[in-house]
Nanobody, 124 residues
């Protein structure tokens, strides 16, 4: 059974940091690019970053460049999204997704498996 489970969300203040995790099971994690997306209330889901099977990070959203970084641990079937200098505009539900490819894609529909998301709220 394929599963992608996000964790680590919560409520933080502006300027804080947060680390989200994406735990995978049921497929060969090493062969999948992992993307992170978010969706704020009333807005469309947007692609943020992706990490390829060879650990290259691709940033799709300029607003997170330099603040968000991705990593993956194939031995643990896990990917992480480290977020720093969080802003109220970062408030959203964050999702990870897995794409059976060596390359990334910014499109949610291009991914084969998707998690249920974890909420991040940034407010003072």
């Amino acid at each position: 059974q394929v599963q992608l489970v996000e964790s680590g969300g919560g409520s933080v203040q502006p300027g804080d940091s947060l680390r989200l995790s994406c735990s995978a099971s049921g497929f060969t994690f090493d062969n999948y690019a992992i993307g992170w997306f978010r969706q704020a209330p009333g807005k469309e889901r947007e692609g943020l970053l992706c990490i390829t099977t060879s650990n290259s990070e691709i940033v799709y959203d300029a607003s997170v460049k330099g603040r968000f970084t991705l990593s993956r641990d194939n031995a643990k079937n896990m990917a992480s999204l480290q977020m720093s200098s969080l802003k109220p505009d970062d408030t959203a539900k964050y999702y990870c997704a897995a794409r059976h490819s060596h390359v990334c894609n910014a499109n949610w529909d291009a991914y084969d498996f998707r998690g249920q998301g974890t909420q991040v709220t940034v407010s003072s």
